[in-house]
């Protein structure tokens, strides 16, 4: 694949002139070095307390659950890439639910082609849980297959707070 200018370097097609094992090595030397920040101890502790039904996240890797489990907290784990029956009725609240996969299984969902299996499974899964919830983005930059699903939302009838990586970063 050849990329000709900057728009078309989107991580999408970035991902797509990488090998399915060149992308695995590549996502396992970033989580292997990540750390346990205080937004993710802040999260955590939403949700422990109650204040967090569910955490979406287009991450891969495992620091909310390991932040999680410094509240003694182990949730239920969902993940959208391995996930063959999309009845989202089963989903427990107080879980994590991840959109694009978790870096040690088998299946990560880069490509634009390999996000339409999310994107079809997404917006049952979204208007499941939008009733009277407020929704809180933090560090997501909106640029993905997952934005497009929420914005055909609409209407967030009890708020939407976006925190971007800037802010947080600043706040940390």
Not at 116 to 142: C, D, H, M, T
Not at 149 to 156: N, R
Request: with cysteine; hydrophobic share 40%.
């Amino acid at each position: 694949m050849e990329l000709r200018d900057d728009a078309s370097r989107t991580y999408s097609t970035l991902m797509e002139c990488l090998t399915p094992f060149a992308r695995k090595k590549l996502l396992k030397e970033y989580v292997d070095r990540a750390k346990i920040n205080v937004p993710h101890i802040y999260l955590a502790q939403l949700l422990d307390e109650g204040y967090v039904d569910f955490v979406l996240t287009v991450n891969f890797d495992n620091l909310l659950l390991r932040a999680l489990a410094l509240f003694n907290n182990f949730p239920a784990v969902y993940d959208m890439a391995v996930l063959k029956d999309t009845n989202l009725s089963n989903f427990k609240e107080k879980s994590v639910i991840y959109l694009h996969g978790q870096y040690h299984e088998p299946w990560l969902l880069h490509s634009d082609k390999e996000l339409e299996k999310a994107k079809q499974a997404l917006p049952p899964l979204l208007y499941s849980i939008n009733n009277q919830r407020p929704w809180v983005f933090l560090g997501y930059s909106g640029e993905d297959p997952v934005f497009d699903e929420i914005i055909k939302l609409g209407y967030f009838s009890q708020g939407l707070y976006w925190v971007t990586p800037q802010q947080l970063q600043h706040q940390c």
